[in-house]
């Protein structure tokens, strides 16, 4: 709810923790939002709340692994028992590299992933008793409360996936305040980042009963919401949704994670071209869908009616499937978000690389797509005019 930062210091208080690290960017530094809840420390009585002992903002997009290890090497440096992390999901999932550093004692995280994809589960995963704290400034990633870490290694240029049910943040604080000033583009991408992880999740052949729940209504949130917020940001109300819908469109992904491989090419053309993942996310969906229909056709229907489609009865599921696929590209236009990679010049070459990347994605695991899908799909995100 609104305001919910100002809960924060007795948050920490009540998980033992006594020396907060802020973890943040430069761009949220600018936008005031770090001194917004750096000032929550300061108005809070020490003998009542733990010290905020430090500010660390030099993190990357992508989750860089350079920034995980430079923030984990200034945390030990101060002595920081908790750690507070506030922004999108650069930030949130190298808080998370970090807490996952300090706890095995590593000081370069890329140990901890040399094949790009690490599983853990009990009894190897056991809880990390660093007091941890996540307050999401985008409405998209949801990692605030998923059991993922995706880190970019800059060595191999691939993001990888470190995945334990300990690595979630104790406590998430969705204070819609802290993202009423997002731009419209980067709310849109977001978006579109959060819509597909609960299209993915739905889709998933390991989803259950309690996914498609958490899946169906944050698409729900997300097909009224988005275009209001791109629009009129300053709509608390509806940056609340879209926060909700956020944290729900990635539970259900978490804990339906089977074929994803709108995410596959979004990793890999992110960790290639340095894409943002959310707009990476919202160029592919709907070539996705049309390209690899049988993974969507089961259970099109339910999807249909959740992005509110209209329908008939005598609609076979090819056909709700273009009417689905439609829509999405509708909230494409309507949220102003492009439907190709042409801002980026990407040349034949640069396809070609695409395809080794796609196929070695950890995400390509319970999906792997023949090379001529992939170049297929690739190229309809790179318009012609700019191939040499």
Avoid: C, W
Avoid at 24 to 45: C, H, M, N, Q, Y
Avoid at 134 to 139: M, Q, R, V
Wanted: proline letters at 7%; charged letters at 20%; zero cysteines.
């Amino acid at each position: 709810g609104s305001n919910t930062r100002a809960i924060v210091p007795n948050l920490f208080k009540g998980l033992g923790a006594k020396r907060v690290l802020l973890l943040s960017d430069r761009g949220l530094e600018s936008a005031g939002i770090v001194e917004k809840v750096a000032e929550i420390f300061r108005l809070t009585p020490q003998s009542s709340g733990p010290e905020l002992v430090g500010i660390f903002l030099d993190i990357a997009q992508d989750a860089e692994s350079n920034s995980v290890n430079a923030a984990a090497r200034y945390a030990r440096e101060i002595a920081a028992d908790g750690l507070l992390a506030v922004g999108g999901g650069s930030v949130l999932d190298t808080v998370k590299g970090v807490k996952y550093a300090l706890h095995h004692g590593l000081s370069d995280i890329k140990e901890a992933i040399p094949g790009g994809f690490v599983m853990e589960q009990f009894p190897k995963a056991n809880y990390i008793p660093i007091p941890h704290i996540a307050i999401p400034t985008t409405a998209g990633t949801g990692s605030e409360v998923s059991p993922i870490a995706v880190i970019f290694n800059e060595d191999i240029q691939m993001k990888t996936n470190i995945i334990n049910p300990f690595l979630s943040a104790d406590m998430a604080v969705l204070d819609p305040d802290l993202t009423v000033g997002l731009p419209p583009s980067i709310t849109a991408f977001t978006g579109f980042d959060a819509l597909t992880h609960a299209i993915e999740a739905f889709a998933s052949p390991t989803a259950t009963a309690i996914t498609d729940a958490h899946a169906l209504q944050a698409i729900r949130l997300i097909e009224k919401n988005l275009p209001e917020v791109v629009t009129n940001g300053e709509n608390v109300d509806a940056r609340m949704e879209m926060l909700q819908a956020s944290l729900m469109g990635i539970t259900a992904f978490s804990f339906a994670l089977n074929a994803i491989p709108v995410h596959n090419f979004a990793h890999a053309y992110g960790a290639l071209f340095r894409i943002p993942h959310g707009l990476a996310n919202a160029v592919f969906l709907p070539i996705v869908m049309e390209s690899i229909p049988q993974l969507y056709l089961p259970k099109i229907r339910e999807l249909a009616e959740a992005l509110r489609v209209e329908v008939s009865t005598n609609d076979n599921q090819e056909t709700i499937l273009e009417k689905t696929v439609e829509k999405i590209r509708l909230l494409q236009q309507k949220t102003g978000l492009p439907i190709d990679f042409a801002s980026y010049n990407l040349t034949d070459e640069d396809l070609v690389r695409t395809i080794p990347a796609v196929s070695k994605d950890p995400a390509s695991i319970n999906l792997p797509m023949p090379k001529e899908l992939i170049e297929a799909i690739g190229r309809r995100v790179v318009p012609t005019k700019v191939i040499n």
